[in-house]
């Protein structure tokens, strides 16, 4: 296959995981009577369609810039995973998701604002453990995708010959690692394209 054909089929790959991943966000929102959890659904929902609209980019969908704004792409998501895995850690030990989300905003973890978040009518809580799973299972699910958009760009882009990635799971969540083979000559040009994925996302 020419590299002009390897660079179409990860194109055509690229675009297709990737409405892929805008569905599996998409299909977030569920419905329920609280306030708290409405909330937050609507922040996390909002927050994954905007790094994959990043994804899109405007038309140029060269295999090295694919690489880079997927490992960004693949940043912001893992550090969202983070946040949503706590949350559901601190519900699990007894504190109420309305108390734990208002001290996360406080400190910078979730842009949900505290005046949203209000107890039911009756004072109970609802199945927080339930719908925190399925927020979870969804960023899950997004950051898998994304890690595949990244082998595939990988494997299509020439400049990146010698570079094995691998996606694993670490803390419950996908994941991804690169191996690079010793007698790479370009590993300069490797590392500015892969140092993406040391940055630190922004929430």
Not at 154 to 181: L, N, Q, R, T, W
Request: net charge negative; with cysteine.
């Amino acid at each position: 296959m020419s590299e002009l054909q390897d660079m179409a089929e990860a194109i055509n790959n690229h675009l297709a995981l990737l409405e892929e991943a805008k569905e599996a966000a998409g299909v977030m929102t569920m419905k329920t009577s609280c306030s708290t959890q409405d909330a937050l659904q609507k922040e996390q929902q909002t927050y994954l369609l905007s790094v994959l609209k990043d994804l899109t980019g405007d038309g140029d969908l060269m295999p090295s810039q694919m690489i880079q704004r997927s490992l960004a792409a693949f940043n912001q998501v893992e550090a969202k995973a983070f946040v949503v895995q706590n949350v559901l850690e601190s519900v699990k030990g007894g504190k109420s998701l309305t108390d734990t989300l208002k001290h996360y905003h406080a400190i910078g973890f979730t842009a949900v604002n505290p005046a949203q978040l209000k107890p039911t009518a009756d004072g109970t809580q609802p199945k927080n453990g339930v719908f925190l799973m399925r927020i979870w299972e969804s960023i899950k699910k997004v950051a898998g995708i994304i890690a595949k958009i990244i082998v595939n760009a990988i494997k299509a882009a020439p400049e990146m010959v010698g570079v094995k990635p691998s996606i694993g799971i670490a803390m419950g969540c996908p994941s991804i690692s690169f191996e690079i083979e010793p007698e790479s000559k370009n590993f300069k040009e490797i590392w500015e394209i892969l140092r993406m994925r040391f940055e630190v996302a922004e929430l």
